[in-house]
């Protein structure tokens, strides 16, 4: 079955420093995404990508992160100045129009 | 605004009973739900998507219920096993023009005690 792939599984970085999670998308899907779920929370969402611009973000995405499709296959989260509060599993989706999400297994980023 | 809960946010349950997990949405104007499982530290595994035009979908052990008009939506278990410990996610995707994004419920925490 196909499956979008996260990497690393898990990032410890300074804060202040900047940091890019990674994810392969399902290939044919068009509607990629990233979600957070701070610990004990809900999974909230971040930005949602289509046709190479953001077609809708939430207000936790700020001027400090930003998304990009480099190629064909990667679709990266960059947080551009880690604060502690952005410490959590930063999770990528993606989906073709109408259809369910498909999820990857997480990135748990810790801000120290 | 469209807000999602779920009820009980914990269950503990002995092996063999079958059980229902509740979801309620306050706005009805939903293009479709998702029920999703999570095991501690890990990902989203997608269990079921019932769009808003279906009343329920199956998938082995489990049957999801979708009451569009009264925000509800219901996740049958039967027949519970130890392997089904986890927490279980609703998730409803408004049907605004332009968005695709979900809002999620804060989860069901399920114990299956053997």
């Known amino acids: 079955e196909p499956e979008v792939t996260q990497t690393p599984s898990h990032q410890v970085t300074q804060m202040g420093q900047e940091v890019i999670l990674r994810c392969v998308p399902i290939?044919?899907?068009?509607?990629f995404y990233w979600y957070r779920q701070i610990l004990g929370q809900k999974v909230e969402f971040l930005v949602s990508?289509?046709?190479?611009?953001?077609?809708?973000k939430s207000e936790i995405f700020d001027d400090q992160f930003s998304v990009e499709r480099p190629d064909g296959s990667n679709f990266t989260l960059k947080i551009r100045s880690t604060k502690l509060e952005d410490s959590a599993m930063y999770f990528c989706?993606?989906?073709?129009?109408?259809?369910?999400?498909?999820f990857g297994s997480g990135t748990r980023l810790t801000v120290v | 605004k469209q807000e999602v809960t779920q009820i009980p946010a914990a269950l503990s349950v002995p092996e063999g009973e079958n059980l229902v997990l509740n979801c309620s949405f306050t706005?009805?104007?939903?293009?479709?739900l998702q029920w999703f499982r999570q095991d501690p530290g890990k990902g989203l595994t997608s269990l079921l998507l019932?769009?808003?035009?279906?009343r329920e979908q199956t998938s082995g052990r489990l049957n999801a219920s979708l009451d569009k008009s009264s925000g509800r939506s219901t996740l049958y278990i039967a027949a519970s096993q130890p392997g089904d410990s986890a927490t279980y996610l609703c998730?409803?995707?408004?049907?605004?023009?332009?968005?695709?994004?979900?809002?999620f419920g804060t989860g069901t925490r399920l114990k299956v005690l053997a």
């Open positions: 990508f289509y046709n190479n611009e953001i077609s809708e």
């Open positions: 019932i769009q808003s035009s279906q």
């Open positions: 998730a409803v995707r408004p049907s605004t023009s332009g968005t695709y994004k979900y809002i």
């Open positions: 706005d009805s104007a939903i293009y479709n």
């Open positions: 989706a993606s989906n073709d129009h109408g259809g369910g999400y498909t």
């Open positions: 290939s044919n899907h068009l509607y």
